[in-house]
């Protein structure tokens, strides 16, 4: 507890920055799926010559700590060319890489709060002047940007009808007054968590939280226990399972009575997938294999 106190401390000693925050987002959809489109999200004009379809299912994705969303290898385009796959919906990735990519760690975390705010106006713009419906919109964000999601939800007074988020980031994020993701940032909002204790949170943040393998250490990155590996899980689960949907878990206390088989008896869930199970509240636990393909089926 003290030495999470003392990130805390470090992490929010500097003072937010006041320059105007310039978030680029780029537009996907079946009819553009490789050649994104560069636009400002809170101006009507731009939104409205992009070819968005308001009548359709919406997904805005942030992305996390050294990373982007043109690279080939980017979380962002890993994740589009999956969704594209199944789903003819409208797609937005925000590249907020030049603050989250900083050296400075600190200083990402003192703009958390501005960036999700900023994206939650942006995304109040499209709903008064694009027609865009809060109960069509799924958000999702990775490590710290799972936070900007949970806190652009809130800005939208928790109207979005889901928000993931993945392995979201602790340090600076520890306590509930913190700018991070919960259950009052959407409808339903689910967490994976694959990294707790090392640089994630590892306890419950949503209405349900996921922990594969106990939600720590993954046993495919034993020998990369210093890295992101395991925190990198978080969104390869995620992309496996909106193409199969087999990761189902079971409602338990902990991960040492569902490994005891104590939980038997409890409700089952499936982790991720296209469609959320909404009904799911509470912890839930599951095993992986250790190689693609992941999900480790149950009877």
Same mark, same amino acid.
């Given at each position: ?34 050649? &994104? ?42 994740? *589009? ?28 975390? =003192? ?5 999700? *705010? ?11 002047? =694009? ?18 999601? &949970? ?6 007074? &928790? ?12 340090? #600076? ?18 967490v994976i968590h694959t990294s707790g204790v090392l640089l994630a949170h590892a306890g419950p943040l949503g209405h349900a939280d996921y922990f594969p393998n106990g939600g720590q250490l993954q046993p495919m990155c034993i020998t990369k226990i210093l890295g992101s590996c395991s925190e990198k899980m978080a969104l390869t689960y995620y992309l496996e399972s909106l193409l199969n949907g087999k990761y189902i878990a079971l409602n338990c206390m902990n991960y040492d009575s569902f490994r005891n088989n104590v939980c038997e008896d409890k409700p089952a869930s499936w982790m &991720? #997938? ?24 149950? =009877?």
């Amino acid at each position: 507890m003290i030495l999470k106190q003392l990130f805390y401390i470090l992490f929010t000693i500097s003072s937010t920055s006041t320059r105007e925050l310039k978030l680029k987002s780029y537009f996907f959809s079946t009819l553009n799926p490789s050649e &994104g489109i560069q636009l400002d999200m809170s101006d009507p004009v731009q939104v409205a010559e992009v070819p968005f379809i308001n009548d359709k299912e919406t997904f805005i994705y942030v992305h996390g700590r050294n990373d982007d969303v043109l690279s080939i290898a980017s979380s962002g385009q890993q994740l *589009k060319y999956t969704l594209l796959l199944n789903h003819d919906i409208n797609i937005f990735l925000v590249d907020w890489s030049n603050i989250a990519n900083r050296f400075f760690y600190p200083s990402v975390i =003192n703009e958390v709060d501005d960036v999700g *705010k900023a994206l939650g106006d942006s995304v109040w713009s499209m709903v008064e002047n =694009n027609g865009l419906m809060l109960a069509n919109v799924t958000m999702a964000g990775n490590a710290i940007g799972a936070h900007v999601v &949970g806190v652009a939800g809130r800005e939208l007074d &928790g109207a979005v009808k889901q928000i993931i988020g993945l392995a979201p980031t602790e340090p #600076g994020f520890f306590f509930e007054s913190s700018p991070r993701i919960s259950n009052t940032s959407a409808k339903f909002v689910e967490v994976i968590h694959t990294s707790g204790v090392l640089l994630a949170h590892a306890g419950p943040l949503g209405h349900a939280d996921y922990f594969p393998n106990g939600g720590q250490l993954q046993p495919m990155c034993i020998t990369k226990i210093l890295g992101s590996c395991s925190e990198k899980m978080a969104l390869t689960y995620y992309l496996e399972s909106l193409l199969n949907g087999k990761y189902i878990a079971l409602n338990c206390m902990n991960y040492d009575s569902f490994r005891n088989n104590v939980c038997e008896d409890k409700p089952a869930s499936w982790m &991720g #997938g296209y469609g959320l199970d909404k009904d799911a509240r509470g912890l839930y636990f599951l095993d992986t294999n250790n190689y693609p393909p992941y999900a480790k089926y149950r =009877n």
